[in-house]
T-cell receptor, first 115, second 113 residues
Framework: GAGVSQTPSNKVTEKGKYVELRCDPI?????LYWYRQSLGQGPEFLIY????????DSGLPNDRFFAVRPEGSVSTLKIQRTERGDSAVYLC?????????????FGPGTRLTVL | QKEVEQNSGPLSVPEGAIASLNCTYS??????FFWYRQYSGKSPELIMF????GDKEDGRFTAQLNKASQYVSLLIRDSQPSDSATYLC?????????????FGSGTQLTVLP
């Protein structure tokens, strides 16, 4: 079956612009996670969803970041008024459930560059 | 202080040797641990997870967990050049609302032919 997919694979934008990053999880996976990875660092948690609701958004750095998952499948991470410090690889992961030993499968990521 | 600490390396081992990767954690609420491998420019892929004290073996890989010492390790036996990658250790809570993975910074491993 298909894995987690993310689009676009690369996004270059200018400071102050708005961007949307899309994640399509593995079919049937109820949990969806967003992480951000800077060069030389491990992924850093942003937000996760159980179904349609954001179960924990404590990792979002500020109110410029917002994510939705309206139908419990595809999710969109939205960043307003982008800043150069937002440049990173944004990773999406999904797992079948929230059971702690469930594997989180990662997508290929979206590399965001803010000029 | 980061909740999950890894020696960033780089770690170099000759082909066929045992590579030992270590991780410590500070959050006693983190009870399950995952080792991911990440090739340059690629996304993390799961190698194995462990949540019970002791050893867990899967092929050439052995994960070890010591909850009293808050220490997790990954041993790679008969290392191959294809094992050259960054290895990420991550902790996860068994209960409560925090179900995300908390990652260390990763250890870069190079296996020399």
């Amino acid at each position: 079956g298909a894995g987690v997919s993310q689009t676009p694979s690369n996004k270059v934008t200018e400071k102050g612009k708005y961007v949307e990053l899309r994640c399509d999880p593995i079919s049937g996976h109820t949990a969806l996670y967003w992480y951000r990875q800077s060069l030389g660092q491990g992924p850093e948690f942003l937000i996760y969803f159980q179904g349609t609701g954001a179960a924990d958004d404590s990792g979002l750095p500020n109110d410029r970041f917002f994510a939705v998952r309206p139908e419990g499948s595809v999710s969109t991470l939205k960043i307003q008024r982008t800043e150069r410090g937002d440049s990173a690889v944004y990773l999406c992961a999904s797992s079948l459930t929230l059971v702690s030993t469930d594997t989180q499968y990662f997508g290929p990521g979206t590399r965001l560059t803010v000029l | 202080q980061k909740e999950v600490e890894q020696n960033s390396g780089p770690l170099s081992v000759p082909e066929g040797a045992i590579a030992s990767l270590n991780c410590t954690y500070s959050d006693r609420g983190s009870q399950s641990f995952f080792w991911y491998r990440q090739y340059s420019g690629k996304s993390p892929e799961l190698i194995m997870f462990i949540y019970s004290n002791g050893d867990k073996e899967d092929g050439r890989f052995t994960a070890q967990l010591n909850k009293a010492s808050q220490y997790v390790s990954l041993l790679i036996r008969d290392s191959q050049p294809s094992d050259s990658a960054t290895y990420l250790c991550a902790g996860r809570q068994l209960a409560g609302s925090a179900r995300q993975l908390t990652f260390g910074s990763g250890t870069q491993l190079t296996v020399l032919p």
